[in-house]
């Protein structure tokens, strides 16, 4: 999770892409579109680590459940706006 939320704010990760290619122009959205994927991806390993802890019996990590499957929800449906648009990747080297 660490390593993902690496990829979209640190230095040479998603936003400063972004912001180097602006936000409007078909380079940007093409980011914006590749960090939205990621950000689902990231959020897809969050909800499954908390259900697995909340299954080993760790009843404070389920107070996380809800929000984090909210977050999942909202950029899944970003992700399916966008859908056949193009979406680029960063070559990012983050460490966990």
């Known amino acids: 999770a660490q390593l993902g939320e690496q990829a979209e704010t640190a230095t040479g990760g998603f936003n400063d892409a972004v912001a180097a290619a602006g936000q409007t122009t078909a380079a ?10 990621n950000k689902v991806l990231k959020l897809q390993t ?9 299954a080993q019996g760790n009843a404070a990590a389920g107070s996380q ?20 648009q193009t979406a680029t990747a960063i070559n990012f080297a983050g460490s966990d």
Not at 28 to 37: E, H, V
Not at 75 to 84: H, Q, R, S, Y
């Open 28 to 37: 940007g959205t093409a980011l914006q579109n590749g960090k939205i994927k």
């Open 65 to 84: 459940l809800a929000a984090q499957q909210a977050k999942l929800a909202t950029n899944v449906a970003l992700d399916k706006a966008a859908a056949g």
């Open 46 to 54: 969050d909800v499954m680590r908390i259900q697995i802890e909340v």
